[in-house]
């Protein structure tokens, strides 16, 4: 690992099998993004950072981390500060029962400026002290941007605290205004029971889609920051006390197509809350921000103990709420405490799986080709997003990815003939 201080571009390190002791660095190494510089091991899992061990990524770029393990470690297992097109794969955390007092972030992203990195196809798990798995955040007024965070498993964060134990936390109140522009997609949440917000999103344009979270306790949460895209993801409680769905605060959020099934909770930890305000957009970054002009549009409920609720807490009402083409099938109703000033609530479905046409297919419960809700959306049909340079409008894909077309289908699923 001393290598790592004197390593150029175009360099493969490999780490041979073996326990490794130390806080190491890469400090402003960027090489070209032809020649990259690797840190790999030469056998998956069995180069291990253990005891008290860090790495820590400094105002580099071009650099890939793969296939190492990391046991127990420092505040930081893994830094990646003022760096960028950094990529951290297909790595195990398991760090073990640490002590409560003393909090960790096990992979943390910040600095300025930090941007193009990806964490990728690691699994995160048994984590026991306060703190995240993965945070994302900034510095000197600018939050890291363009990351991408995909296929990686968070497993068995535990036991609940009332704060500050997010299994994933993007951005801080702070930075909440800010834009990350990050993708959050295809990663995986088992038993996250640390914190009410398994996934904390704390700042604005990120996109969270197609995840699947498993009797984790808690919610998917828009806390802080606007204009963040939720869609595809599927939120399995399996009838774990405490369980939630999404829950939601901000402005112009776009959450769809998403599959709520199973859960057991109530009040903040609903099927789906568009919750009340304790400010309106624009007071305390640290506050409940009124949700102001969501779209909360095809998505599909089952068997849950709760439906949606709409403005349950605070004093503010939600305004311009635009609530269609929800399927809830066998759980409860959409259940309005404040009314929203202004916006539609209209074609939403409430019956028995029975009766809207719904069958299991792969433990999911989807539309069958005789159910009563194909071709009977109305209203709005596409939703905007950042592609990297500029805002697109595009028809709202099903929880598959499936493009919707003609008139669409209630609910998450869009049914396709086999």
């Given at each position: 690992?001393?290598?790592?201080?004197q390593?150029?571009?175009n360099?493969?390190v490999f780490?041979a099998?073996g326990?490794?002791?130390?806080?190491f660095?890469?400090?402003?190494?960027?090489?070209?993004?032809t020649t990259?510089i690797v840190v790999?091991?030469?056998?998956?899992?069995?180069?291990?950072l253990?005891?008290r061990?860090?790495?820590?990524?400094?105002?580099?770029?071009n650099?890939?981390i793969?296939?190492?393990?990391?046991?127990?470690?420092?505040?930081s297992?893994v830094?990646?500060?003022?760096?960028?097109?950094v990529?951290?794969?297909?790595?195990?955390?398991?760090r073990?029962?640490q002590?409560?007092?003393?909090?960790?972030?096990?992979?943390?992203?910040?600095?300025?400026p930090s941007?193009f990195n990806?964490i990728?196809?690691?699994?995160?798990q048994?984590?026991t002290?306060?703190?995240?798995?993965?945070?994302?955040?900034?510095?000197d007024?600018?939050?890291?941007?363009?990351?991408?965070?995909?296929h990686?498993?968070?497993?068995?964060?535990?036991?609940?605290?009332?704060?500050?134990?997010?299994?994933?936390?993007?951005?801080t109140?702070?930075f909440?205004?800010?834009?990350?522009y990050?993708?959050?997609?295809?990663?995986?949440?088992e038993?996250?029971?640390?914190?009410?917000e398994w996934?904390?999103?704390?700042?604005?344009?990120?996109?969270?889609?197609?995840?699947?979270?498993?009797a984790?306790?808690g919610?998917?949460?828009l806390?802080?920051?606007n204009?963040?895209n939720?869609?595809?993801?599927?939120?399995?409680?399996?009838?774990?006390?405490?369980?939630?769905g999404?829950?939601m605060?901000?402005?112009?959020?776009?959450?769809?197509s998403?599959?709520?099934a199973?859960?057991?909770?109530?009040?903040?930890?609903?099927?789906?809350?568009?919750?009340?305000g304790?400010?309106?957009?624009?007071?305390?970054?640290?506050a409940h921000?009124r949700v102001?002009?969501?779209?909360?549009?095809?998505?599909t409920?089952?068997?849950n103990?709760?439906?949606?609720?709409?403005?349950?807490?605070?004093?503010?009402?939600?305004?311009?709420?635009?609530?269609?083409?929800?399927?809830?099938?066998?759980?409860k109703?959409?259940?309005?405490?404040?009314?929203?000033?202004g916006?539609?609530?209209?074609t939403?479905?409430?019956?028995?799986?029975?009766?809207?046409?719904?069958?299991?297919?792969?433990?999911?419960?989807?539309?069958?080709?005789?159910s009563n809700?194909?071709?009977?959306?109305?209203?709005a049909?596409?939703?905007?997003?950042?592609?990297?340079s500029?805002?697109?409008d595009?028809?709202?894909p099903?929880m598959?990815?499936?493009?919707?077309?003609?008139?669409?289908?209630?609910?998450?699923d869009?049914?396709v003939?086999?």
């Open positions: 690992m001393n290598a790592l201080s390593v150029t571009g360099t493969t780490l099998d326990t490794y002791n130390g806080n660095s890469v400090n402003s190494k960027n090489p070209a993004p990259p790999r091991a030469v056998n998956p899992g069995r180069a291990v253990a005891g061990s860090s790495l820590t990524v400094s105002k580099s770029s650099l890939t793969a296939n190492l393990k990391f046991l127990s470690g420092a505040s297992v830094r990646i500060d003022a760096s960028h097109h990529r951290l794969t297909g790595s195990t955390f398991d073990g029962a002590p409560a007092t003393s909090p960790t972030k096990w992979v943390y992203i910040s600095g300025q941007y990806r990728d196809h690691n699994t995160f048994n984590k002290d306060p703190g995240n798995y993965l945070a994302l955040d900034g510095k007024g600018r939050i890291s941007q363009y990351d991408r965070i995909d990686n498993t968070f497993r068995a964060i535990g036991p609940r605290i009332e704060n500050g134990k997010e299994a994933v936390r993007l951005g109140s702070s909440s205004l800010l834009s990350a990050t993708t959050f997609e295809y990663n995986l949440f038993a996250c029971d640390g914190d009410p996934l904390s999103i704390k700042v604005s344009d990120v996109t969270v889609r197609y995840n699947t979270a498993r984790s306790q919610s998917l949460t806390r802080h920051g204009r963040n939720v869609y595809g993801n599927v939120i399995l409680g399996e009838n774990k006390v405490g369980t939630g999404i829950r605060y901000g402005v112009d959020h776009e959450v769809f998403n599959y709520i199973n859960t057991a909770g109530t009040s903040y930890e609903s099927a789906l809350s568009v919750d009340g304790d400010a309106v957009p624009g007071g305390s970054p640290s921000h102001d002009n969501a779209s909360v549009v095809y998505n409920l089952v068997d103990a709760t439906g949606i609720v709409v403005g349950e807490h605070y004093k503010y009402a939600p305004t311009n709420l635009r609530l269609e083409n929800n399927l809830l099938a066998d759980s109703t959409v259940v309005i405490i404040k009314a929203p000033i916006g539609t609530i209209r939403n479905t409430v019956g028995t799986k029975t009766a809207v046409g719904l069958a299991q297919v792969n433990g999911i419960w989807k539309l069958t080709a005789t809700q194909i071709n009977k959306g109305t209203g049909t596409t939703y905007r997003y950042w592609d990297g500029r805002n697109v595009a028809p709202y099903d598959d990815a499936q493009t919707r077309t003609g008139v669409f289908d209630i609910g998450a869009e049914y003939a086999q």
